[in-house]
């Protein structure tokens, strides 16, 4: 069963507007995390930012912030003020932490294109 | 800081030939991962080291896949015969310890491989 769902493969959004990525997971586990992962094109993937299963409190970053609704199962990601760097695949992922060695489960990613 | 470096960047190959990946994790990081990328999806874990044991390998076809980590430093991740499927980006990551509750996994650029 997947784990991670990401049901937006792609997005268009204009320079300096926010943009909302959605997530959605699975998961038994009462403890466990919520990751972002930004991926350009060189390949490379970039953590962004980290929501605890336990944590209070929406995780924020700079521009990033991530709107954690735990009992929807959702963890979406929210980028204020888009730059045309940002221009990226985006990847959420999850890391099970009572069955898991750190093993982080990936969604599908969207890619999300910053236009001028 | 010096991230995870991996090489090459770009391999191609025939199928039925062999191909062996490096990767050196940020020093001090305990844990290193292997994932592999096929086109359109999310990172999958291969095998995940810990020190130089390993600690998941269930994802890791065995009969034509093979890790190593040699010193608990760099591994090397081979595949003897290639079959076509295996063209994918293989990312190398690594941690400070899989025990900590945030552990955020550091990704090199990846190689890309080929098989014709």
């Known amino acids: 069963a997947q784990k991670i769902t990401q049901t937006q493969p792609g997005m268009f959004v204009q320079e300096k507007e926010a943009v909302t990525l959605d997530c959605t997971y699975d998961t038994s586990d009462q403890s466990y995390g919520l990751f972002w992962y930004k991926q350009p094109s060189s390949g490379e993937m970039i953590f962004l930012i980290y929501?605890?299963?336990?944590?209070?409190q929406n995780a924020t970053e700079g521009r990033y912030s991530l709107n954690f609704q735990k009992a929807r199962k959702s963890a979406n990601l929210v980028i204020s003020a888009s730059q045309l760097g940002d221009s990226a695949m985006y990847f959420c992922a999850m890391r099970e932490f009572e069955n898991s060695w750190g093993k982080l489960q990936f969604g599908a990613g969207t890619q999300v294109v910053v236009t001028p | 800081e010096a991230g995870v470096a991996q090489s090459p960047r770009y391999k191609i190959i025939e199928k039925r030939q062999s191909v062996a990946f490096w990767c050196n994790p940020i020093?001090?990081?305990?844990?290193l991962y292997w994932y592999q990328q096929i086109l359109g999806q999310g990172p999958k874990l291969l095998i995940q080291?810990?020190?130089?044991?390993?600690?998941?390998d269930s994802q890791l076809p065995k009969d034509r896949f093979s890790a190593e980590r040699l010193k608990g430093v760099d591994s090397t991740l081979k595949i003897q015969p290639a079959k076509l499927e295996d063209s994918a980006v293989y990312l190398c990551?690594?941690?400070?310890?899989?025990?900590?509750?945030?552990?955020?996994?550091?990704f090199g650029a990846g190689t890309r491989l080929s098989v014709l």
């Open positions: 080291f810990q020190n130089n044991g390993v600690v998941d």
């Open positions: 990551a690594s941690s400070l310890a899989q025990g900590l509750a945030k552990n955020i996994q550091y």
């Open positions: 929501q605890g299963s336990y944590d209070e």
């Open positions: 020093s001090g990081h305990a844990t």
